[in-house]
């Protein structure tokens, strides 16, 4: 039986490049992949995938993923712009898994609910936040998160409080144990909404000052090692410009690595694994991996 047959009603690409959907704009075909309209498709398809005995990923806004030249065999499901709704109730803010960090931020600030303002920047899916504990300088996702709606790998859905989340640096739980974040509930403060606002545009000022925005990345390649800065130790090493194929070395920012047009995913390994070996040689650390790669 097909995954249509099966009953589900969003929409389903076959054999689908995934560069078209990584902000690296890298990555090969996925098998099927799959656009639920709403829980029931995601739990359906979650199920059918067990029962037809295929693999099954979740697919954000592929902001921090590094997808294979060969791409992925099985079902990859795409959250994006799906599972969107938003409600505020006096401090919480509920949104679903789909609704991209930025739109969030840009809500709660006008909406007078602080805490997110440094989300703005940050090109994710509210599910892909929560996953990976995003955060900027000193602030995060977690500590605002109340709940988390969660599909568990075994297919139970499950609402968690913030303890059982288990967030840390760039991590969580869902990390660990996979399944699918649904939606969440997210507790803020209130403060002036026209504080808020200015706060997200000296925020976004800083990332384009700082950041190599307008050209294709992950956001930051590697965590931050402990009492140092990826960035630091790279440009340290003489490596700002160092490219192989069209993927290079940021010359704003070492800790980027942007696509310069034609990037595969094979190019963008062979110069993480270069970087890698070179910092270690230069000064004994070991760099962390930020990005997932399937
Ligand atoms: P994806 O890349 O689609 O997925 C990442 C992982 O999460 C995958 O393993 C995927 O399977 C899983 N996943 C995604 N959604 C779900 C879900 N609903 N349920 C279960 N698993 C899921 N990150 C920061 O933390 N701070 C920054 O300042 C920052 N700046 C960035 C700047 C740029 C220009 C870019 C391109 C990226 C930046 N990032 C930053 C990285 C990235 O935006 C975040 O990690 C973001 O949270 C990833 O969300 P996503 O929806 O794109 O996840």
Excluded at 156 to 166: I, K, Q, S, Y
């Amino acid at each position: 039986m097909t995954l249509r047959e099966a009953g589900f009603r969003g929409e389903i690409a076959l054999e689908e490049p995934l560069a078209g959907h990584t902000t690296w704009r890298v990555g090969g075909p996925a098998e099927i992949l799959a656009t639920p309209r709403d829980r029931e498709d995601v739990l359906l398809a979650v199920r059918w995938a067990a029962a037809s005995g295929l693999p099954w990923r979740v697919l954000g806004n592929g902001s921090n993923l590094l997808v294979q030249d060969a791409g992925v065999r099985g079902l990859v499901l795409h959250l994006r712009k799906v599972l969107d709704a938003v409600e505020v109730d006096g401090g919480r803010l509920r949104a679903g898994a789909g609704v991209l960090l930025p739109v969030l931020a840009n809500l709660a600030a006008r909406r007078g609910l602080a805490g997110l303002e440094f989300g703005a920047g940050i090109p994710g899916t509210l599910g892909g936040a929560i996953v990976m504990n995003a955060g900027w300088h000193e602030w995060e996702i977690g500590p605002s998160v109340e709940e988390v709606t969660w599909l568990s790998p075994e297919g139970r859905p499950e609402t968690l409080g913030n303890a059982d989340c288990a967030f840390r640096y760039r991590g969580s739980m869902f990390r660990d144990r996979g399944g699918i974040v649904l939606g969440a509930t997210l507790r803020l403060t209130p403060e002036e909404p026209r504080v808020l606002v200015e706060r997200l545009q000296r925020f976004a000022e800083s990332r384009k000052a700082n950041q190599p925005t307008e050209l294709p990345s992950c956001g930051s390649v590697f965590l931050k090692p402990p009492g140092d800065f990826a960035g630091r130790l790279i440009e340290q090493a003489g490596l700002k410009g160092y490219r192989v194929g069209d993927v290079e070395v940021s010359r704003k920012h070492a800790n980027f690595f942007v696509n310069l047009g034609q990037a595969r995913a094979s190019d963008v390994l062979a110069l993480v694994e270069h970087v890698e070996g070179v910092v270690l040689d230069r000064f004994g650390v070991r760099l962390t991996r930020e990005f997932e790669a399937w």
